[in-house]
Structures are given as structure tokens and as C-alpha cells.
């Protein structure tokens, strides 16, 4: 139980984090100003603390066999295979996505088809990231006994679908615009 409540301390920041750095990217991305050190400051720390994250969620997964009452995160098979899946993605396209804004820093200029492919390739990273943190926020409010009973869930939730969509519409129309 206390991997648990450590993890969902590590969601919880990583997410912080990683609002502020999504935040910071769509500005950069609509303004064209671009403070390097704070978009990689914001990069490292997500990163840090997301490896952690992992680290911890492997852990619980594979060797403690997550141990989780069913009772206690209603609908939770279908939230944890998209839990896993958009992790999985997110995983896959961390890559790429860090490759994505390397441009920036060396002032490479993108061709036409590489700047398209870069943004799609980016939609789908954060898409499958604001997937995750929707579907997971809740788990970690859960765990540390925050969230305890379905109605509260319900609008916590609610809430969180309703930021990760506002925050996933505006990273996305960023990205579009600046790579098409």
C-alpha cells in the first residue's frame, strides 16, 4: 500500500509538471517565443519524476500483482486498459516527441512532409499522455484516500476529462498550426 500512495504522490506530480510543460509548449508553439531552458527545465522534471512513475508502476503491476480490490475503482478493467494502452503510446512516442523540438534548438528547418509527419506524430503523443492522466488521476486520488466515495468520483472525473480535452484541444491546434 505504500508503493501505492508513493506512486499516486509521483502521478500527481508528474502531472502538475507536465500541465505546466504542456502549457508552456502551446504558448511557445502559438507565440513562436521560445524560452529554452524553461521548456526543457519543465521537459527534465516531468521526465524525472515520470520515470520514477514507471519505475513504481511496473513494480506494483508485475511483482505485486497491483492488489487491488475491484470495489474500490468501479469500472476499473476498462480504465486500466486504456490506463496501459495510452501509457504504452505515450512510451513508444516519448521519442519522437523529444526528437520533435530538437529543430528548435539547432534551428533546423523542417521539409514539408517531415514538419506533417512531426505533427501528427505529436497529436498522437499527446493525446495518448492526456488519455492516461484522464483515466489515471482518479486511481491516484483513490489510493491516497482523497476520493472516497462514487459521486465525488463521478465529479472528479468530470472535471479532469473536461481540462485533459481542453488542454488536449489546444495542444493539438497548436501543434497543427505550427507544423502544417
Known amino acids: 500500500m505504500i508503493l501505492k500512495k508513493l506512486n499516486a504522490i509521483s502521478a500527481l506530480l508528474a502531472t502538475l509538471s507536465l500541465c505546466g510543460h504542456i502549457v508552456i509548449m502551446i504558448r511557445s508553439l502559438f507565440t ?24 513504481l508502476s511496473a513494480v506494483i503491476m508485475f511483482f ?38 530538437t529543430f528548435m534548438a539547432t534551428h533546423e528547418v523542417l521539409s514539408p512532409l517531415k514538419s506533417h509527419i512531426t505533427g501528427i506524430i505529436e497529436v498522437i503523443f499527446v493525446s495518448a499522455i492526456l488519455v ?15 476520493v472516497s466515495s462514487n459521486q ?12 485533459c480535452l481542453i488542454l488536449g484541444i489546444a495542444a493539438a491546434t497548436a501543434i497543427l498550426r505550427f507544423f502544417f
Not at 492516461?132 to 482523497?146: C, E, F, N, R
Open 32 to 55: 513562436g517565443w521560445y524560452n529554452f531552458s524553461l521548456c526543457k527545465g519543465l521537459a527534465h522534471a516531468t521526465m524525472c519524476i515520470v520515470i520514477f512513475h514507471v519505475f
Open 64 to 101: 505485486l500483482h497491483d492488489g487491488t480490490d475491484m470495489k474500490k475503482y468501479p469500472g476499473q478493467n476498462i480504465s486500466t486498459v486504456i490506463q496501459r494502452a495510452s501509457a504504452l503510446i505515450g512510451a513508444v512516442f516519448l521519442h519522437m516527441h523529444v526528437r520533435s523540438y
Open 132 to 146: 492516461h492522466v484522464a483515466v489515471s488521476l482518479s486511481k491516484a486520488l483513490i489510493s491516497l484516500g482523497i
Open 152 to 163: 465525488v468520483l463521478q465529479r472528479v472525473n468530470k472535471i479532469v476529462y473536461a481540462i
